[in-house]
T-cell receptor, first 111, second 113 residues
Framework: GENVEQHPSTLSVQEGDSAVIKCTYS??????FPWYKQELGKRPQLIID?????GEKKDQRIAVTLNKTAKHFSLHITETQPEDSAVYFC??????????FGSGTRLQVQP | GAGVSQSPRYKVAKRGQDVALRCDPI?????LFWYQQALGQGPEFLTY????????KSGLPSDRFFAERPEGSVSTLKIQRTQQEDSAVYLC???????????FGQGTRLTVV
C-alpha cells in the first residue's frame, strides 16, 4: 500500500519567515495531494491541494509544489504569522479511494 | 447539516465495554471514511464506504472493530470489548467521491480506562 513520509516532525520559525514541509510517497498511482491544518483539539481542515497534472499551486501565502518523477511534494508558507502555528498533515489519494496521511509537522511561529 | 457531525464528542469506556460512534456526513456525499488518530500522530485509515458499500476495511486493527453505513448516509463505528490501546480520537470524513476534498468531523475522543 501507499507509504507517506513527512519531514520535519517539528518546525520553529520566526514570524515573517518562510516555512517548508516536505512529503514523499511511494505509490506512483497517487494523483491528488491535499494538505491539512489541524489546530489543537480541532478537526483537520484542508488548506490547499494539488493534482498530478499540475506542478505548482499558490493561494496567497501558501503554495504547494509537486514533483511526480521524484514522488515528493512540499508545502510552502511565506510571511508566517502566529496563527499559522498548528500541525500540518500531507496526504495522498490513490485508486484505493482513501487518503493516506503523513505523520504530521508541528509548526511553531515565534512572534 | 452544514458539516460532518460526530457523536459523542467524548466517550469514556471501561475496558471490555462495547462502544458505538456515530458519524453524520455532509448530505449527498457518497464517500465516507473513518480514521483513528493517536495523540501526536497523523490520522490512520480504518475503513471506507461508497454509499452503503464498504469497499475497504483493511485498516481495521482487529475483528473487534466493525463499521456500517446501511442506508448510505449515517455511519456507525462499533468497537467491541474495548482495550486501552483503543484510546484515540476517531475521525470521520466525507467527500463527494474520487480525489476530491474530504471534510472532517470534530472527532470522538475515546478513552478506555
Amino acid at each position: 500500500g501507499e507509504n507517506v513520509e513527512q519531514h520535519p516532525s517539528t518546525l520553529s520559525v520566526q514570524e515573517g519567515d518562510s516555512a517548508v514541509i516536505k512529503c514523499t510517497y511511494s505509490d506512483s498511482a497517487s494523483n491528488y495531494f491535499p494538505w491539512y491544518k489541524q489546530e489543537l483539539g480541532k478537526r483537520p481542515q484542508l488548506i490547499i491541494d494539488i493534482r498530478s497534472n499540475v506542478g505548482e499551486k499558490k493561494d496567497q501565502r501558501i503554495a504547494v509544489t509537486l514533483n511526480k518523477t521524484a514522488k515528493h511534494f512540499s508545502l510552502h508558507i511565506t510571511e508566517t504569522q502566529p496563527e499559522d502555528s498548528a500541525v500540518y498533515f500531507c496526504a495522498t489519494y490513490t485508486g484505493r479511494r482513501a487518503l493516506t496521511f503523513g505523520s504530521g509537522t508541528r509548526l511553531q511561529v515565534q512572534p | 447539516g452544514a458539516g460532518v457531525s460526530q457523536s459523542p464528542r467524548y466517550k469514556v469506556a471501561k475496558r471490555g465495554q462495547d462502544v458505538a460512534l456515530r458519524c453524520d456526513p455532509i448530505s449527498g456525499h457518497v464517500s465516507l471514511f473513518w480514521y483513528q488518530q493517536a495523540l501526536g500522530q497523523g490520522p490512520e485509515f480504518l475503513t471506507y464506504f461508497q454509499n452503503e458499500a464498504q469497499l475497504d476495511k483493511s485498516g481495521l486493527p482487529s475483528d473487534r472493530f466493525f463499521a456500517e453505513r446501511p442506508e448510505g448516509s449515517v455511519s456507525t463505528l462499533k468497537i467491541q470489548r474495548t482495550q486501552q490501546e483503543d484510546s484515540a480520537v476517531y475521525l470521520c470524513a466525507s467527500s463527494g467521491g474520487g480525489g476530491t476534498e474530504a471534510f472532517f468531523g470534530q472527532g470522538t475522543r475515546l478513552t478506555v480506562v
